[in-house]
């Protein structure tokens, strides 16, 4: 009797080691095989096609595909992709089991429980039709068409019933239905907007997939956790609004918002850390402070530097142009308002138009308010004739630009119409850009760890050459600039990762993110090589051979813009900052008028030696005194009582430390001079 053939499928492990298992055995399988632990302890899992290219974690190109696409769309069988842990596997493939500490796997966890709550409400409100649900950074959401208002009481019976979908433990199951069958059951069903994502992201005569656990059937390619009971912590948090395909011609949707991990302690983690940004809000600490204000008389987006906020500015600036001069570069102004005809031939004109405010037509011609700095500084390179003996030509502003921003999108500090960027624009020779670019990249980590940043991410953003017509240059000018910038990245040994399509479209630039105390990403500095605008302004400097040549460019901003770092810089230090930025550095507390005269003799003192100091001589109690200097997070606190004024002494309180105990005068200013000049973090 012949035995059917069995096709065996070669599964590489993480480890490097090969087996053999039959065609169609599931990553579960695999995990079985290994350890029960393992298999119970896995979420998803992660395959590519055997001897398939890997892009490492350091490189690797990230997409910004819509959600839809990303729930509906047909996956890549040739990449690398994640899996259900019931999938039949019938290739050879390299698998990785991801377990709960892995970051893919929260994600899954959320689409999981988006998928929960539209069971929840299917079973509670049976009239409802489904849109999309995906997985957030910060949890997930679920679109929903229903006449009548979710209320509040609603979304506490939505939450107690995905607690009984979880205590059901249904399993994920994949299906497959015909195209045509799927789209009939959801036209009769009356779901528009799932037979809309069938009818956008398949094709006719497909198979398409669909996930069902109990008694829901959703449109989906997944992956899921293996059953609800993987869903263990959870919250329904708001109820928003949503227009069907973001027309407000269409129905309106209400999204319900909520968040998913994989433990309770995750979750209570998760909003002790949210209640800590919420402390640490710059809009917030700004009134508290009295830093800076938006007014609505004048205008959206546009910042008033209060005294406070001004003295930090300052101190920002002084470093800044400082440190420019050490390194070489020329410091220049250029106007706010410049013809229309520059911003032609600049491009930006073409490329940026919907980022600029309108034109505004004078005596002469029609001007725009700048978005950039760098035409302006083009016309000082371009204002006389450079040899190559000159270059480097290193040019630093700290200008103010005008952009337009969508109301709705601005956000205090952080996203502005207008605002000072610490621009500057490095023209060199092709020998020379490489350095140049490396010099950039110092001067950046410079700035992040001198005012207290001690992590950062970078990523190399380039072009997509599938959307060409939205850049300048030819193909070979681009892997020639991307080249350069992968070079200086690679000679100081920063990790990055290679951002498909979000280079400027000028050339590619290098974004440095730096992580704050609560572990948040910002983007702040930026490093760009520029060929473009050398060759539409005519730039040139004459070579040793005695010819022409075209210099190259290097756009650089490494605070990003001024509002935008301040802002970061609030929320960072939560108001509480360093001695060296401090707006009011020393709070000076007499203990009763007779003491006055002594502590304006010390404020004296202070104050020629170049600190910021406040006197509150308010016929008040010296703990209230304290406490108002406490809350304004001023660094010292000097009380002087008749014991202090005998001996010419202080007591001193330190911020976060107390009472410190009298000190000689003296030695309090040798001590907070050394923090000063040091730029210290630490008191």
């Not at 698998?95 to 299917?122: F, I």
């Amino acid at each position: 009797m012949n035995r059917p053939v069995v096709s065996l499928i070669q599964v590489k492990l993480p480890d490097g080691s090969i087996r053999n298992f039959p065609s169609g055995t599931t990553a579960l399988d695999v995990a079985n095989s290994i350890s029960p632990r393992l298999a119970a302890a896995s979420v998803v899992a992660k395959i590519r096609p055997l001897g398939a290219a890997v892009s490492s974690d350091e490189n690797k190109g990230t997409s910004d595909a819509p959600a839809e696409a990303e729930m509906y769309g047909a996956a890549d069988p040739s990449a690398e992709r994640l899996v259900d842990l019931h999938e039949a596997i019938r290739e050879d493939v390299e698998l990785q089991l991801l377990r709960e500490n892995d970051a893919e796997s929260l994600k899954v966890l959320r689409h999981s429980a988006a998928h929960v709550m539209a069971t929840a409400v299917l079973e509670l409100f049976s009239e409802t039709k489904l849109g999309h649900g995906p997985a957030t950074d910060a949890g997930f959401f679920y679109d929903f068409y229903r006449p009548t208002p979710f209320t509040p009481d609603d979304l506490k019976a939505i939450e107690a019933k995905m607690a009984e979908v979880v205590a059901r433990d249904e399993r994920f199951i994949r299906e497959y239905e015909s195209r045509d069958e799927a789209l009939k059951s959801f036209h009769d069903s009356g779901d528009f907007m799932k037979a809309h994502f069938v009818e956008r992201f398949t094709k006719p005569g497909e198979m398409i997939s669909l996930y069902r656990n109990g008694g829901f059937i959703d449109f989906c390619r997944g992956p899921h956790v293996p059953s609800t009971g993987r869903v263990k912590a959870f919250k329904v948090l708001s109820l928003a609004g949503a227009y069907w395909l973001g027309d407000e011609k269409n129905q309106q949707l209400q999204r319900i918002y909520g968040t998913a991990f994989f433990s309770q302690k995750e979750m209570d983690a998760h909003f002790a850390r949210l209640e800590e940004m919420t402390k640490r809000d710059h809009r917030l600490l700004g009134k508290q402070l009295d830093l800076f204000s938006i007014q609505e008389v004048a205008g959206a987006g546009l910042i008033f530097w209060h005294p406070k906020g001004g003295i930090i500015r300052k101190a920002m600036e002084d470093w800044m142009r400082e440190e420019c001069i050490r390194r070489g570069y020329s410091l220049v102004f250029t106007p706010h308002v410049m013809r229309r005809e520059l911003w032609k031939i600049s491009g930006h004109e073409g490329h940026y138009a919907q980022n600029m405010y309108t034109s505004m037509e004078l005596d002469d011609a029609e001007y725009r308010l700048k978005p950039m700095n760098c035409p302006g500084h083009i016309l000082i390179y371009k204002n006389s004739p450079k040899s190559y003996r000159d270059l480097p030509v290193r040019l630093a502003e700290l200008g103010n630009v005008y952009r337009y921003e969508r109301s709705g999108t601005m956000h205090g500090l952080l996203r502005v119409r207008g605002f000072t960027q610490d621009d500057a624009h490095i023209f060199c020779t092709p020998e020379q850009v490489e350095d140049e670019m490396a010099g950039c990249v110092e001067f950046a980590q410079a700035v992040l760890t001198t005012f207290g940043f001690q992590e950062f991410q970078v990523e190399l953003s380039t072009w997509d050459p599938k959307d060409s017509k939205s850049y300048d240059g030819a193909p070979e000018r681009w892997e020639l600039a991307t080249r350069a910038l992968e070079n200086v990245l690679q000679r100081k040994g920063i990790p990055y990762k290679t951002i498909l399509g979000e280079g400027a479209f000028y050339g590619p630039k290098i974004d440095i993110k730096l992580v704050d105390v609560l572990g948040r990403l910002w983007q702040l500095s930026t490093v760009q090589f520029d060929f473009n605008l050398p060759a539409r302004f005519e730039l040139d400097y004459v070579g040793e051979d005695g010819e022409r040549h075209q210099p190259m460019m290097v756009h650089r901003a490494l605070f990003g813009s001024i509002e935008r770092f301040f802002g970061v810089l609030i929320e960072h230090y939560a108001g509480a900052f360093p001695l060296w930025l401090a707006p009011v550095q020393i709070g000076l507390v007499p203990i009763s008028e007779r003491h006055h005269a002594y502590a304006e003799k010390i404020q004296q003192q202070l104050q020629k030696h170049g600190f910021r100091v406040e006197l509150d001589a308010r016929n008040e109690k010296m703990n209230a005194k304290i406490r108002d200097f406490t809350l304004q997070k001023v660094p010292y606190v000097l009380v002087m009582g008749d014991k202090e004024a005998e001996s010419g002494a202080v007591s001193m309180r330190a911020r976060g430390k107390g009472d410190q105990g009298s000190v000689a005068f003296d030695e309090f200013v040798t001590r907070i001079q050394g923090l000063v000049e040091s730029k210290s973090m630490e008191f």
